[in-house]
T-cell receptor
Framework: SAVISQKPSRDICQRGTSLTIQCQVDSQVTMMFWYRQQPGQSLTLIATANQGSEATYESGFVIDKFPISRPNLTFSTLTVSNMSPEDSSIYLC????????????FGAGTRLSVL | KQEVTQIPAALSVPEGENLVLNCSFTDSAIYNLQWFRQDPGKGLTSLLLIQSSQREQTSGRLNASLDKSSGRSTLYIAASQPGDSATYLCAVPQGAQKLVFGQGTRLTINP
């Protein structure tokens, strides 16, 4: 399976600040995704991180709030900008296309608390 | 729009019992279905993936079945152990790999 390293694992941030989350995969993958899991809820896709082009955002999520980078096939970042307490969630990176298989693998997640 | 539902939302059973978790989806035109496990405050661990052409997949004490025509999947856990306590999520892809998740079943195995 793909090994995904996500950093930081958790953080406590002040309102109005920004946090950048990193996702590193141990091998090249076709697709990388960012999900959000609000307290007590299931996962919701934020965006698909496209290598070499702008990310594709889901309805309700915008680039100004969640800018995403994907400079190569093994790395992506998600920034949560101008944070408010409503952004307190677990943010998860996932990948697909490892070894040409369509199984999705997830990182351990970043637990974000905004005060 | 694909919708995924999991029943029950929570389940508590004594150790050693066999149990079944249910997952239903509204659009039967799926490529596959994936079952995940999530421990509290943690990421997701992939348990099983069933391709649309398959009826079931097995891994150790876990067996997942898929009935596309009825829009249902079940996850069977044999001889449950306290270490199986976690939230179990099923998910199906919508479009190019975007996963749509159910709300999960929170499982507690009592020693």
């Amino acid at each position: 399976s793909a090994v995904i390293s996500q950093k930081p694992s958790r953080d406590i941030c002040q309102r109005g600040t920004s946090l950048t989350i990193q996702c590193q995969v141990d091998s090249q993958v076709t697709m990388m995704f960012w999900y959000r899991q609000q307290p007590g809820q299931s996962l919701t896709l934020i965006a698909t991180a496209n290598q070499g082009s702008e990310a594709t955002y889901e309805s309700g999520f915008v680039i100004d709030k969640f800018p995403i980078s994907r400079p190569n096939l093994t790395f992506s970042t998600l920034t949560v900008s101008n944070m408010s307490p409503e952004d307190s969630s677990i943010y998860l990176c996932s990948v697909a296309g490892h070894l040409a298989k369509n199984i999705q693998y997830f990182g351990a997640g970043t637990r974000l608390s905004v005060l | 729009k694909q919708e995924v539902t999991q029943i029950p939302a929570a389940l508590s059973v004594p150790e050693g019992e066999n149990l079944v978790l249910n997952c239903s989806f509204t659009d039967s035109a799926i490529y596959n279905l994936q079952w995940f496990r999530q421990d509290p405050g943690k990421g997701l661990t992939s348990l099983l993936l069933i391709q649309s052409s398959q009826r079931e997949q097995t891994s150790g004490r876990l067996n997942a079945s898929l009935d596309k025509s009825s829009g249902r999947s079940t996850l069977y856990i044999a001889a449950s152990q306290p270490g199986d306590s976690a939230t179990y999520l099923c998910a199906v892809p919508q479009g190019a790999q975007k996963l749509v998740f159910g709300q999960g079943t929170r499982l507690t195995i009592n020693p």
